[in-house]
């Protein structure tokens, strides 16, 4: 009798059976006529298979349309952003904004923009 035991012992220790029991219990609804059972469990394995592939492919056609790629106007480095949304230049610190797929400067109404020349640095270059 010990040895038929230690025979039951090695069929339970096959490294498989966990996957075995499962096709005998899904084989064995379906005689029973359970079978509804068994599609349910396949439908819902299958859900939860496909419904993360659909959310990535949503996600990456909702970025491929909402993000701009585009430079700082203030010190021309890359940049990243959304549409229409505020952003800021990660060198300079500038506050921008996102419009028709570029980046500008965000500043009051009230604000001139003015560039600097040094004239000193002119004059000097034209006597020399």
Request: aromatic share 10%.
């Amino acid at each position: 009798m010990n040895s038929y035991f230690s025979r039951l012992l090695s069929i339970n220790n096959f490294g498989s059976s966990c996957f075995v029991n499962l096709l005998l219990l899904i084989l064995l609804l379906g005689l029973v006529g359970l079978s509804w059972i068994v599609n349910g469990l396949l439908v819902i394995l299958g859900v939860i298979t496909i419904i993360p592939v659909i959310i990535l492919l949503i996600f990456k056609w909702w970025l491929k349309h909402n993000l701009v790629y585009g430079n700082c106007p203030v010190c021309n480095s890359k940049l990243t952003g959304f549409k229409n949304m505020k952003s800021y230049c990660l060198n300079c610190g500038e506050t921008l904004e996102s419009q028709n797929d570029e980046f500008h400067r965000n500043i009051p109404v009230s604000t001139v923009d003015v560039e600097i020349v040094d004239s000193y640095d002119n004059q000097t270059d034209e006597s020399s």
